[in-house]
């Protein structure tokens, strides 16, 4: 038997088996690292939209008065449910897709997904921007918000008219963000979202300091985010990833088809989100009138900060999961996986019970005591 050549198997053989264990750890560090960057850039940009919906509150409901600025809540609300027309086709299903195609090094399918999603959101968003356009002026926008004024009716109308349109401008850049998520680059997106955050909230300090009404409000707001949200989209296809371009050409129905099918499933989880924190302004503008929203968003904003924090930490493990199931690296799943759990369940058990605390006195100082929601509604 030659004992030098065994020895040099069995050497062999070791050294292989430390190479792959080093480059699972370093691929599992590397994860963790672009999802602290990500859930890091996440913190600062919820925080930035937090503080800009808490300084718009008193810059904003002080000369609106309570009907309008609820009426500008429900407004809000209603694009949120319009959102979910995108099957995940702009959010979690292509960043799933995407995460494999990044996994396997396929670029040219990552493009075809891009591409698909692009186009097919394009086409959703011309036929809703028909389909409203064409029925628009047959809807009771008075009933709808049980306006007590009549004359607000022409005005409402026009508020809804500009979200609308930026909502449909914005509707196929939705892929952008998912593209960042999707290469694990979350935080980029972050940035931009910083960035347009700071755009609206100049732009309402604007309105507000030459006292425009409501239509200029919501059209200064949806004005800045689509700009911002158009420049991202230029800046990411003609130099960050051109390979990704949305081209015409590489729209794909296995792409698609592959696309709905994860869609699907995240359409469900989609909608029961929709349902439990956009659907309270509605019906109760429905029930009491636009004027009891101003209370109940202030409350839900602050008590809603425990499960907000812990997903903006979270969610950025999505493309990291699917990065890692295409490698197969599933012990790091698995382990990530269980300390996530532990984390969220601690953390918002921690954070609830502080909010319950200290609520009622932050708001009134905050702004102000006729926003202060009671204890049963914090409850």
Not at 86 to 111: C, H, I, K, S
Not at 143 to 161: Q, W
Not at 206 to 221: C, D
Not at 312 to 338: C, F, H, M, S, V
Request: glycine fraction near 8%; include cysteine; hydrophobic fraction near 50%.
């Amino acid at each position: 038997m030659n004992y030098k050549s065994v020895l040099e198997g069995r050497f062999r053989r070791n050294s292989l088996v430390r190479l792959c264990l080093e480059t699972h750890a370093n691929r599992g560090g590397e994860r963790y690292r672009r999802v602290g960057l990500s859930g890091s850039a996440a913190l600062v940009s919820q925080a930035l939209f937090i503080l800009t919906g808490l300084i718009s509150i008193p810059l904003t409901a002080s000369y609106l008065g309570a009907e309008r600025y609820g009426v500008w809540l429900t407004i809000s609300s209603l694009i949120a449910w319009l959102t979910m027309v995108d099957f995940g086709l702009g959010g979690n299903a292509l960043v799933n897709a995407l995460a494999e195609a990044d996994g396997n090094g396929d670029r040219q399918w990552a493009q075809s997904l891009v591409s698909t999603a692009f186009w097919t959101l394009s086409g959703l968003a011309a036929v809703i921007g028909a389909a409203v356009f064409a029925l628009g002026y047959l809807i009771p926008v008075e009933k709808i918000f049980r306006l007590s004024d009549p004359a607000l009716s022409g005005e409402v109308r026009l508020a809804c008219i500009a979200a609308l349109v930026s909502f449909l401008l914005t509707f196929p850049t939705g892929t952008v963000f998912a593209v960042y998520r999707g290469y694990q680059r979350g935080y980029t997106g972050h940035v931009w979202n910083i960035a347009g955050n700071l755009v609206s909230l100049f732009a309402l300090i604007v309105v507000t300091r030459f006292r425009g009404g409501l239509p200029q409000l919501v059209g200064a707001i949806c004005l800045a985010r689509t700009l911002a949200s158009a420049m991202n989209a230029v800046y990411l296809f003609r130099y960050e990833a051109p390979w990704l371009r949305p081209v015409p050409s590489a729209f794909s129905r296995v792409a698609l088809r592959r696309l709905m099918n994860l869609g699907g499933s995240y359409a469900v989880i989609q909608l029961a989100s929709i349902g439990i924190y956009q659907s309270q302004p509605f019906m109760i503008t429905q029930a009491f009138g636009p004027s009891s929203v101003f209370v109940f968003a202030v409350a839900q904003r602050l008590m809603t900060l425990p499960i907000n924090l812990t997903y903006l930490l979270t969610a950025p493990l999505i493309p990291a999961y699917g990065e890692a199931k295409a490698r197969n690296d599933w012990p790091w799943i698995w382990q990530t996986l269980r300390g996530s759990i532990v984390f969220c369940t601690l953390a918002s058990s921690v954070l609830v019970l502080i909010l319950g605390l200290i609520a009622r006195p932050l708001m009134k100082m905050l702004v102000g005591p006729e926003a202060v929601p009671s204890t049963t509604l914090l409850l």
